[in-house]
């Protein structure tokens, strides 16, 4: 796929998946937290390279790292809700869409609205959601 961001040359989908295969073939059965939160960096550099291009610069990448692991956190607590759904079911569903309008706007603060859309895609950017089947929530 080639990109006008000016990055060089993307990732194809095809390659992408290659890498994303390899890189969770090479992982133990019981990875230990920091193979797992090297891998989390890995696969976002793989994104990465796949939506923005592969010489997208390295300050941007630490950026966007950041923000991911903030998110993480977040996402645990969503997870924790998740596992009590029967009581949260309905704070689940709008936390949910929250994190993911809160992912786009913390990659907002890195990325410029072309880029966002390079990497989220044109809707997701403007109305940011996450699949959320209500009847499996409850």
């Known amino acids: 796929m080639n990109n006008d961001l000016g990055y060089g040359p993307c990732l194809s989908a095809d390659e992408y998946e290659k890498k994303i ?14 193979q797992e939160r ?7 550099e793989l994104a990465i390279d796949s939506r923005l291009g592969v010489d997208f610069p390295g300050s941007k990448r630490d950026a966007l790292w950041k923000i991911q692991q903030k998110v993480e956190k ?4 969503l997870l924790f809700k998740y596992l009590l759904r029967k009581i949260f079911s309905k704070s689940l569903a709008r936390d949910a869409q ?5 992912l786009v706007q913390e990659y907002s603060t890195v990325l410029n609205q072309k880029e966002l859309e ?12 996450l699949p959320i089947d209500m009847e499996n929530l409850k």
């Open 21 to 34: 295969i390899a890189l969770h073939s090479d992982l133990p059965p019981s990875p230990s937290r920091e």
């Open 38 to 44: 090297q891998t989390r960096r890995l696969e976002l």
């Open 74 to 77: 977040k996402r645990g607590r």
């Open 98 to 102: 929250s994190l993911a309008g809160y």
């Open 118 to 129: 390079s990497f989220f895609g044109q809707e997701e950017t403007r109305n940011p959601s």
